[in-house]
């Protein structure tokens, strides 16, 4: 009896343990999150244009990827059509997932925007932006970039900026028009994930 006792309680002491160290790590996470995104706000909110009247010029844009086809790639798309023709960009650097022979973002955005009246040869195209990280960093390393203009949703820009901020370049960003909360939640969601 005795020794089932002494089981019985130290299994409870265990239990204890686990949960305290359960809950200092689910209390450490929510800090990470809410530290990680309060700096990438904080260091994006004033390099950030929704009016592109009121961009500063700068030779290049860099527009981020997305999925050919869908609502933040033709909004991006349209932004940056736009951009260059009120001539704040001399040039667009698309850059964009190509992992897969079927799957080629940068392509898709190059004759996107040659349909919206940019020349062919105004646009360069990044087959390996594989990520915001990747798609920043090569603009500098391989394009030879320091100073850009980010074509991207706020969301998306503000994570951008702050990359480009950790490797030296000198960024600011023009926000392509967001989806409505109901249609873009699993994205903001994944992109405040993608902060920590």
Same mark, same amino acid.
Request: aromatic residues 10%; positive net charge.
């Given at each position: 009896?005795?020794?089932?006792?002494?089981?019985?309680?130290?299994?409870?002491?265990?239990?204890?343990?686990?949960?305290?160290?359960?809950?200092?790590?689910?209390?450490?996470?929510?800090?990470?999150?809410?530290?990680?995104?309060?700096?990438?706000?904080?260091?994006?909110?004033?390099?950030?244009?929704?009016?592109?009247?009121?961009?500063?010029?700068?030779? $290049?844009?860099?527009? !981020? +990827? #997305?999925?050919?086809?869908?609502? @933040?790639?033709?909004?991006?798309?349209?932004?940056? *059509?736009?951009?260059?023709?009120? +001539?704040?960009?001399?040039? !667009?650097? $698309?850059?964009?997932?190509?992992?897969?022979?079927?799957?080629?973002?940068?392509?898709?955005?190059?004759? *996107?925007?040659?349909?919206?009246?940019?020349?062919? *040869?105004?646009?360069?195209?990044?087959?390996? +932006?594989?990520?915001?990280?990747?798609? $920043?960093?090569?603009?500098?390393?391989?394009?030879?970039?320091?100073?850009?203009?980010?074509?991207?949703? #706020?969301?998306?820009?503000?994570?951008?900026?702050?990359?480009?901020?950790? @490797?030296?370049?000198?960024?600011?960003?023009?926000?392509?028009?967001?989806?409505?909360?109901?249609?873009?939640? @699993?994205?903001?969601?994944?992109?405040?994930?993608?902060? $920590?």
């Amino acid at each position: 009896m005795l020794s089932q006792c002494a089981r019985f309680i130290r299994r409870l002491c265990f239990t204890r343990r686990a949960l305290t160290v359960a809950c200092f790590l689910l209390v450490a996470a929510a800090v990470a999150l809410f530290y990680s995104n309060w700096l990438i706000v904080n260091a994006s909110q004033h390099l950030t244009w929704n009016d592109i009247q009121t961009v500063p010029a700068r030779n $290049v844009g860099l527009v !981020l +990827g #997305a999925k050919p086809g869908n609502r @933040y790639f033709t909004r991006r798309i349209n932004t940056a *059509a736009a951009l260059y023709h009120a +001539g704040k960009v001399k040039w !667009l650097l $698309v850059s964009g997932d190509n992992g897969k022979k079927e799957y080629d973002e940068p392509s898709a955005m190059q004759q *996107a925007l040659i349909a919206k009246g940019v020349p062919e *040869a105004a646009i360069f195209c990044d087959y390996a +932006g594989f990520s915001t990280l990747d798609s $920043v960093v090569r603009a500098r390393k391989v394009f030879g970039e320091s100073r850009i203009t980010i074509i991207s949703q #706020a969301f998306h820009n503000q994570r951008a900026i702050w990359l480009a901020q950790q @490797y030296g370049i000198d960024a600011i960003g023009v926000n392509a028009p967001d989806l409505n909360k109901r249609h873009g939640t @699993y994205t903001r969601l994944r992109e405040k994930l993608a902060r $920590v």
